[in-house]
């Protein structure tokens, strides 16, 4: 016979079963519901849950806001598109019409000659470079050629514009040793330490400036006892190597090649690819427009902002491998390259990528490590080594984050940014800065005047 009772154990009811002359054996009951504590339950996991995603929120309204224009022009025709491309796909996804069904996709009317057309027809590539002189002295007066390329995102106005960052005795340059790779820790300590706080606020009203169109105002007079005098506003320079260069280096004709970058370099996955060209035939492009205009019977100076410097050694590369003759003095003629910070390593910024989204190859053939950057630089340093290119190289570091949109990034680190030959030096300023020199007798500016003297 069965007996069963409840006892209370440690603060718990249990149920007690006993045979008869069998020992007891216990069993815990269901623990009671109490629609209070789940309620309580509840309540801490939405606290914690908006304690971890209000804040992103905020920040995401608070970008929204300040780029109206960004959301009017991509983030609405994305979310239509993504509805379009929703509805296609149900619609192909279903089943098929009577005539498919029963006769085959390869007996319906029509489909080998439409599979045939959409084999024969091969994507147009988009020519994407401009060639703009700023400045001809004429074939008589012609020293040399100076050639500007910027990075992504970049153009002649926001990338080639005078700086407006406040230069006073903390923003110096300091000269970086390749052995160790890394440079110590105290130095880059003394780097970081000294940026000025006006940068983030001016890159936040840079980004505006951009996002809006218009041009940036003349920079206002310092307020720091320490920092250098500005030029006064009617001297202020859109362009500095087209305002500068031709006043300190007589001589010069003032060359910068232009390309455009895809509006979306993490494009989502229902907008359609643009069929954009590679480093290579780009590079092929700016060499074309470079002909037309007779670059390589003078000698060259390249100056080359991020991945623009990539550019330069693409094109002194593809000169030297497959140009023969026409373009024997792209690389015969090179006499020197200023890099502002470029990755000659890729950056990881080119390797983040997000759930729906897409890279860009103007992204993909720049992510660290990536091979067709790693070759690139090889075969450039082995021209160098082999005498066939006799260049003087100066680079330029950033060594501060650059504020993005919610958050700061390291662009291009420092072993990136390190060409592994000629002069290396870093500058405590971001990916933005570190072309634009406040005036002309800022350090960025006075280095680049010296390397073109020495080979006029």
């Not at 005795?169 to 003394?190: G, H, V």
């Not at 030959?421 to 020199?437: S, V, Y």
């Amino acid at each position: 016979m069965t007996e069963m009772a409840q006892v209370k154990v440690e603060g718990q009811t249990v149920e007690v079963l006993s045979e008869s002359g069998g020992p007891p054996c216990a069993r815990p009951l269901a623990a009671p519901k109490h629609p209070i504590m789940r309620v309580r339950v509840m309540a801490t996991y939405m606290v914690l849950l908006l304690r971890l995603v209000l804040p992103a929120l905020v920040a995401a309204c608070r970008a929204l806001l300040r780029n109206q224009r960004c959301v009017r022009e991509r983030v609405v025709p994305a979310v239509f598109a993504f509805i379009a491309n929703s509805i296609s796909l149900s619609s192909l996804s279903g089943k098929p019409s009577s005539e498919e069904s029963l006769l085959g996709p390869e007996a319906t009317p029509g489909a080998a000659e439409a599979a045939a057309a959409a084999v024969a027809v091969e994507p147009v590539l988009e020519r994407s470079v401009t060639c703009n002189v700023l400045f001809d002295p004429g074939d008589a007066a012609r020293r040399a050629d100076v050639i500007f390329i910027h990075g992504l995102h970049g153009s002649l106005e926001k990338t080639w514009r005078q700086g407006s960052w406040r230069e006073g005795p903390a923003i110096q340059p300091l000269p970086l040793r390749r052995s160790p790779p890394t440079p110590p820790p105290e130095l880059l300590d003394a780097v970081f330490s000294s940026a000025p706080e006006q940068l983030c606020q001016q890159d936040e009203d840079e980004e505006e400036e951009e996002e809006a169109g218009r041009p940036p105002p003349p920079p206002r007079a310092p307020t720091p006892p320490h920092s250098a005098a500005r030029p006064p506003a009617e001297l202020y320079s859109d362009c500095w190597p087209r305002d500068w260069l031709p006043q300190d280096c007589p001589g010069l004709r003032v060359i910068a090649l232009n390309y455009t970058t895809d509006p979306f370099l993490w494009r989502p996955l229902w907008m359609s690819k643009r069929h954009r060209t590679n480093m290579l035939q780009r590079g092929r492009e700016m060499m074309e427009h470079l002909q037309e205009i007779g670059v390589g019977k003078h000698p060259i100076i390249w100056v080359g902002h991020s991945k623009g410097g990539l550019f330069v050694k693409q094109m002194i590369v593809d000169a030297f491998e497959n140009g023969g003759e026409p373009l024997a003095g792209i690389y015969q003629n090179t006499k020197a390259i200023m890099f502002y910070s470029v990755p000659h390593m890729g950056s990881a910024c080119a390797d983040i990528n997000l759930p729906l989204l897409r890279q860009s190859v103007e992204l993909t053939e720049v992510q660290k490590d990536c091979r067709e950057v790693l070759e690139l630089h090889s075969k450039f340093l082995s021209l160098v080594e082999q005498k066939h290119l006799q260049a003087e190289v100066f680079s330029f570091i950033e060594t501060i984050p650059t504020f993005m949109r919610i958050l700061y990034i390291q662009i291009v680190s420092l072993e990136s940014a390190d060409a592994a030959i000629g002069q290396l030096f870093g500058a405590p300023l971001d990916h933005r800065n570190i072309c634009k020199p406040t005036n002309r007798q800022c350090f960025l500016y006075k280095e680049l005047i010296n390397l073109i003297q020495k080979h006029l």
